[in-house]
């Protein structure tokens, strides 16, 4: 008989201490010399998990046995767990060996062919199975544990960091992540150049974003080319806000697993919070099943901006031909030339013109400094208004903690000196205060960290922002003008006599903030301000 030997450990750690497979190997050699068997080859299978047929060496061994050449008669392991851990797996490779002439053989496990010991050897597969799952759940809530308890579990960290020795627990080394300066800078500027781009030039997409750092040097931590995937997993994993997120994902099958399985942990930073849900809410606002991604990256300027004021659909690009061949382009409502003049009478303008107009009535009158002060003005009064209103209210919720602290300091000090005994109506008196006292400074806290600061904002920033934007909006590249429109503005309606520029005015104290940096997404229809009026007359 010709033996094939498969040997095979659960882990990369068991594969470097080196103890079991020189075991394996060592006692399944001897047990093939003891009945004459010549051993042929070698199959070495070093952390790989026996849950499923993902193991090059298992493939390999599976090959060589069914090519038809008769390699060897018998695969011999130690236990029927280091061929196999599933009972549906053990039993396909079997019969698919079996129809080969290749036999199964464990030296712990030794069972023939009949059918009490076929048997045998599927109720040993299931409990194997069985301990596989058991083993892995224990694991996991160890680890989980572990990451509660802001230490890494010991896979690669994430680009931007590193794993540092925390402390020791027993003979283990407990490691948390810890701010790598060199790559950080890296994770720093993509997600800069997601929100603002290059030198100006308005935010990047994703796939644009990848090209612009391949074609400029940079590489990954293995030192290959960055893929669109790896950038979108950057900017949305919350760790670099400073939020570990552990037990996500099923790693085998990613399926993402329920909200109720995550754990997460805090970590040190590396953008900004604030900064990390801006990348977020433009990640969604992009996602072509919210917009499409001509309405948002397209070469025409007020595409998924311009909408028709009869249906509500949008106006898109058509081109005509005159008599004399020149080729005109218009916006014209997609209702109309979808559906015909039964859904929407429909209408159509030039391209170049209504452009223009746009364009120029937002540098001429809404882009103007006076005009602009005159509606922040607003804004700002609005805001010092619910500012005093929370102020009142935090003050109220800070007089009821105090209260009920004071409240059960009397209590306390009643039972320590013994004038009160500590009985069920004191108890229940306590808890109810404690109840009180814990969602008063809960409202508390959420108020506060619903509180803006206020921003000053000086007619020097006004002024700055005004000749940025006149300038960004009328001059350069569509992509870039598309984008900064799209900072300003949620619509345009195109009527018979009119042409509405609708936007919000907190949106352009944000950006007057924010410095002109767009959004480069689409922005809601709700309507705020509209142009020449000082207010929505809605």
């Known amino acids: 008989m010709r033996a094939a030997l498969y040997l095979r450990v659960s882990t990369g750690r068991q594969a470097e201490q080196d103890l079991s497979i020189p075991d394996q190997k060592k006692q399944t050699k001897a047990w093939c010399e003891a009945r004459g068997w010549e051993v042929v080859a070698e199959y070495v299978e070093p952390g790989a998990s026996a849950m499923d047929d993902k193991r090059p060496e298992f493939q390999r061994m599976v090959e060589r046995a069914c090519d038809g050449e008769r390699a060897f008669d018998v695969v011999v392991v130690h236990s029927f767990s280091r061929f196999f851990r599933d009972a ?146 950057l900017l949305t994993n919350p760790v670099y806000a400073g939020r570990l997120r552990f037990n996500r994902v099923e790693h085998k099958t990613g399926r993402v697993k329920p909200e109720s399985d995550h754990v997460h942990s805090d970590v040190p930073s590396i953008i900004d919070a604030a900064v990390f849900e801006r990348v977020q809410a433009q990640l969604k606002a992009r996602n072509p099943r919210v917009a499409a991604p001509r309405a948002i990256t397209g070469p025409i300027l007020l595409t998924g901006l311009a909408f028709c004021a009869t249906c509500g659909g949008g106006m898109t690009l058509r081109t005509g031909t005159s008599r004399s061949g020149d080729v005109h382009r218009y916006y014209t409502c997609t209702t109309q030339a979808r559906s015909g003049k039964c859904a929407c009478k429909g209408r159509s303008m030039r391209m170049d013109k209504l452009d223009g107009l746009v364009t120029s009535h937002l540098a001429d009158n809404l882009l103007h400094p006076e005009r602009m002060g005159e509606m922040l003005s607003m804004i700002a009064d609005q805001r010092a208004d619910k500012a005093a209103a929370v102020d009142d209210r935090a003050g109220a919720l800070g007089r009821e903690v105090a209260d009920a602290e004071e409240r059960l300091r009397r209590l306390y000090r009643l039972v320590e000196d013994g004038v009160a005994e500590l009985d069920g109506a004191l108890k229940e008196r306590i808890a109810n205060l404690r109840a009180g006292k814990d969602a008063a400074a809960a409202a508390l806290a959420r108020l506060k960290s619903g509180s803006r600061d206020s921003i000053r904002l000086t007619p020097a920033m006004i002024e700055r922002f005004s000749a940025s934007m006149r300038e960004r909006v009328t001059t350069g590249e569509v992509t870039f003008r598309k984008a900064y429109l799209g900072a300003l503005i949620d619509r345009v309606e195109v009527d018979d006599r009119e042409i509405r520029i609708c936007g919000r005015k907190d949106v352009l104290e944000q950006c007057v903030i924010g410095g002109a940096k767009p959004t480069g997404a689409v922005r809601s229809s709700v309507r705020g301000w509209l142009g020449d009026k000082d207010s929505n007359l809605d």
């Not at 083993?135 to 996991?140: E, M, S, W, Y």
Request: with cysteine; glycine share 10%.
């Open 88 to 233: 549906f797996g053990l039993e396909f490779y079997v019969r698919k060996l079996a129809k080969h002439n290749v036999k199964l053989m464990s030296m712990t496990q030794e069972l023939g062919e009949d059918p009490a010991q076929v048997m045998m050897r599927q109720v040993i597969a299931l409990f194997d199975e069985y301990q596989s799952r058991e083993n892995a759940k224990h694991v996991i809530r160890a680890m989980k544990e572990n990451t509660r308890q802001g230490f890494w579990n010991g896979s690669r960290p994430p680009l931007g960091y590193k794993a540092v020795d925390a402390e020791m627990r027993g003979q283990r080394i407990k490691r948390k992540l810890a701010v790598d300066p060199v790559e950080a800078e890296l994770v720093q500027q993509i997600f800069r150049l997601f929100l603002e781009g290059d030198s100006g030039s308005g935010p990047m997409g994703i796939k644009i974003l990848t090209i612009w750092l391949n074609a400029r040097g940079y590489r990954t931590r293995g030192g290959a080319c960055w893929g669109v995937g790896q950038i979108h997993g």
